[in-house]
T-cell receptor, first 117, second 116 residues
Framework: GAVVSQHPSWVICKSGTSVKIECRSLDFQATTMFWYRQFPKQSLMLMATSNEGSKATYEQGVEKDKFLINHASLTLSTLTVTSAHPEDSSFYIC?????????????FGPGTRLTVL | AQTVTQSQPEMSVQEAETVTLSCTYDTSESDYYLFWYKQPPSRQMILVIRQEAYKQQNATENRFSVNFQKAAKSFSLKISDSQLGDAAMYFCAYRSAHFGNEKLTFGTGTRLTIIP
């Protein structure tokens, strides 16, 4: 149980275009999802916390107009990188927590590698 | 704000031997959770072990155990009988127990190499 998927696993796009990344909880309902960014050989940096049916809470320094997060259902959160630029190239990871499971544990997706040309 | 420090960027251990990864943290809270996550080359984050701060007993999961020293704010991970599949980045993480503050704060990670 507690499986989280991400799609796509790898995406290449041209500078100036927008890219949407999906995060799904497959066997549980996730009231809260988290989006992280990881640069090569570095740790995970939290970008935002997404609660179902409400606006996401962004960490300091993260541009909310550039990284649009939507958590429209209890099993799906999306991250849209708008007007992507090469500096947005990174590894994006989502995680989810759910009531009823071990509520203090986050379950992670496999990540999405974004390359902006 | 809470911080998590992993002072060992890289560690190596002979297969079947025991290795300990260090983690310290800083917090003013009394109730929280601590985690060790493993990130193999696939980059999938895998939960290794978790510890509730209110529990004095150290958590264990098969070959993995922790040494939780609350007063010293230390949370080390011991891997016994190391196996080739244990090779990965290991991240220590902190989470407040306060409702509405579930975000994880990660350390910088320790890369563990297993020597055959």
């Amino acid at each position: 149980g507690a499986v989280v998927s991400q799609h796509p696993s790898w995406v290449i796009c041209k500078s100036g275009t927008s890219v949407k990344i999906e995060c799904r909880s497959l066997d549980f309902q996730a009231t809260t999802m988290f989006w992280y960014r990881q640069f090569p050989k570095q740790s995970l940096m939290l970008m935002a916390t997404s609660n179902e049916g409400s606006k996401a809470t962004y960490e300091q320094g993260v541009e909310k107009d550039k990284f649009l997060i939507n958590h429209a259902s209890l099993t799906l959160s999306t991250l849209t990188v708008t007007s992507a630029h090469p500096e947005d190239s990174s590894f994006y990871i989502c995680s989810a927590r759910a009531p009823g499971l071990v509520t203090d544990t986050q379950y992670f997706g496999p990540g999405t590698r974004l390359t902006v040309l | 704000a809470q911080t998590v420090t992993q002072s060992q960027p890289e560690m190596s251990v002979q297969e079947a031997e025991t290795v300990t990864l260090s983690c310290t943290y800083d917090t003013s809270e009394s109730d929280y959770y601590l985690f060790w996550y493993k990130q193999p080359p696939s980059r999938q984050m895998i939960l290794v072990i978790r510890q509730e701060a209110y529990k004095q007993q150290n958590a264990t999961e098969n070959r993995f155990s922790v040494n939780f020293q609350k007063a010293a704010k230390s949370f080390s991970l011991k891997i016994s009988d190391s196996q080739l599949g244990d090779a990965a980045m290991y991240f220590c993480a902190y989470r407040s127990a306060h409702f509405g503050n579930e975000k994880l704060t990660f350390g910088t990670g320790t890369r563990l190499t297993i020597i055959p």
